[in-house]
């Protein structure tokens, strides 16, 4: 009972937009039940609309990461342009890069997943049975999902901490720092969504008798 309890707490903290009541909710157990459930479902609807509309599928992420970085690089060249030509220096110039870098970061991890370029061990796996092979994808997608689940939640968290507390970028007046923090999530959601992608695809792979292990290439195609 206290579980639904807490459960029905959250819900009617984010109903309200109130950022402590939300904080509070999110404090329970129930978090982890509602963020389990909340970051699946979140995963398998960007699934279903990666599925829809191919450009996402190939351009959402790397768009990001890239406007991100070309930003951060405008931002450090401006800076130096500033401070050594015009003796002067934005105090943001030097706290919003490293946002903008989380950004992207979180963001490109979600892509690599689609692509398995993150610690396949492809050399090994080839020399397997496919029953192993197949194992070893489950066992991928399990310990994938398990891990954004984690970060999914104790994100969520801090993000509600820190727009509870209303903190705000160090060098602005007025942005706030919780607008960058909301991306970790919502990255890790996207992830999600590439490791149910993956696993419908080894899954159809193995029914096929396609190849399951494929090599991983940094930067490739979806």
């Not at 105090?91 to 991890?109: D, E, K, R, V, Y």
């Not at 796996?125 to 070893?136: I, K, L």
């Not at 991928?140 to 689940?149: P, S, Y």
């Not at 960058?180 to 959601?189: D, E, G, M």
Request: hydrophobic fraction near 60%; include cysteine.
């Amino acid at each position: 009972m206290q579980l639904w309890s807490d459960i029905a707490a959250i819900f009617s903290a984010f109903a309200s937009q109130d950022s402590w009541e939300i904080r509070n909710a999110l404090e329970s157990n129930a978090a982890w039940v509602l963020g389990t459930a909340a970051a699946a479902i979140g995963g398998l609807l960007v699934m279903i609309v990666y599925r829809l509309v191919p450009l996402l599928d190939r351009h959402l992420e790397r768009t990001i990461m890239v406007w991100s970085y070309l930003a951060i690089a405008f931002i450090i060249f401006w800076g130096v342009i500033d401070r050594f030509v015009f003796k002067n220096q934005q105090p943001w110039s030097t706290t919003i890069p490293p946002l903008l870098f989380m950004i992207m970061a979180w963001f490109g991890a979600a892509f690599n997943v689609r692509l398995r370029t993150h610690l396949s061990f492809s050399e090994f796996r080839t020399v397997m049975p496919r029953w192993a092979q197949m194992g070893c994808l489950a066992l991928d997608a399990v310990l994938w999902f398990g891990f954004a689940v984690i970060v999914f939640v104790t994100t969520t968290r801090l993000t509600a901490l820190s727009a509870s507390n209303f903190q705000i970028v160090l060098g602005t007046d007025s942005v706030l720092q919780w607008w960058f923090l909301i991306t970790a999530p919502l990255s890790f959601v996207l992830m999600i969504a590439r490791v149910f992608e993956n696993l419908a695809d080894d899954i159809g792979n193995f029914r096929s008798g396609a190849p399951l292990i494929k090599q991983a290439v940094i930067g490739g195609d979806v």
